[in-house]
């Protein structure tokens, strides 16, 4: 059974390769989501040879790390989006629907709000999975069900009295007990 198609990834790409030339300008949260990983990372006791970062969004968790004093635990990190456009410089043009790597390929993958724009999360978290290392880490920050409630709700009230019915505006997003039992399934610790 596969996922329902909640995205249009031609379309995020083309909204992303548009936010690219100003993402920098409005980057608070990505660059607040990174912080947080960055501050995870520190409180783990270890390094990581090779690195992968889901959603490059113009790099900032790339830069946020060399300016960090966990910039010495990943010895090489691969940035990776949807689009060129989001890439800082070299990296990865992928779709998260189907990650590129190969088994057991990289010690660490950080995702900073990408996660919550896939069909198939689970798919994706399985697929990250074979990707790491038998001791790899997934450290991954997304948009939660409460995310946006008051905007979901003041769209469909204008939605429905300006046209007499609604359709979302904004995707729906897991809740936390929605991702204990898929990601215990999947084989996470």
Do not use: W
Request: proline share 8%.
């Amino acid at each position: 059974m596969s996922a329902p198609q909640l995205f249009d990834r031609a379309l995020l790409a083309r909204r992303l390769r548009r936010a690219a030339p100003s993402f920098a300008q409005a980057a608070f949260l990505p660059e607040r989501v990174r912080d947080a990983l960055l501050d995870t990372l520190s409180a783990i006791n270890r390094s990581f040879q090779l690195a992968g970062a889901l959603g490059a969004r113009g790099g900032v968790f790339g830069r946020m790390l060399k300016d960090s004093p966990v910039a010495d635990k990943i010895d090489l990190l691969i940035e990776a989006d949807l689009t060129d456009a989001m890439l800082p410089g070299p990296g990865v043009v992928l779709d998260a629907e189907a990650l590129p790597f190969g088994d057991e390929r990289l010690n660490l993958i950080v995702s900073g709000l990408m996660l919550h724009a896939v069909d198939d999360l689970p798919g994706l978290l399985a697929q990250a999975l074979r990707a790491l290392a038998p001791d790899g880490l997934f450290i991954g920050a997304l948009f939660g069900g409460e995310t946006l409630k008051e905007l979901r709700a003041c769209l469909m009230e204008a939605e429905i009295e300006a046209r007499g019915g609604y359709g979302p505006r904004i995707p729906p997003f897991p809740e936390s007990p929605d991702l204990r039992e898929p990601l215990h399934s999947i084989g996470y610790a």
